[in-house]
Nanobody
């Protein structure tokens, strides 16, 4: 079992930045690829980004490339999502998740085994 706890969400003006953190505990964190998803009410949970277990490989949703950066620190059991140039349409609950074994990059919800509780990001115009 892996427990994931997100933090760093909040209210920010358009054009601003936020860094989300996801702290993991339980099973060996470094074994898992780690991803970020987001969801707004009434819509499907959307893939944002994923990073391989080693941190050597990353993959992003096409619409977010260049603004969002995923990283991880295996010594701290933490994965990060740096979000720059935020837009009102980035408003959502952001979730981190740990992917089970499988090909990289995992982009679908069913490819992830463990989920955090989410953190709200609100971007005002």
């Amino acid at each position: 079992q892996v427990q994931l706890v997100e933090s760093g969400g909040g209210l920010v003006q358009a054009g601003g930045s936020l860094r989300l953190s996801c702290a993991a505990s339980g099973r060996t964190f470094s074994r898992f690829a780690m991803g970020w998803f987001r969801q707004v009410p009434g819509k499907e949970r959307e893939f944002v980004a994923v990073i391989s277990w080693s941190g050597d490989s990353t993959y992003y949703a096409d619409s977010l490339k260049g603004r969002f950066t995923i990283s991880r620190d295996n010594a701290k059991n933490t994965v990060y999502l740096q979000m720059n140039s935020l837009k009102p349409e980035d408003t959502a609950v952001y979730y981190c998740a740990a992917a089970g074994t499988g090909k990289f990059p995992p982009q679908k919800r069913f490819e992830y085994e463990f989920w955090g509780q989410g953190t709200q990001v609100t971007v005002s115009s």
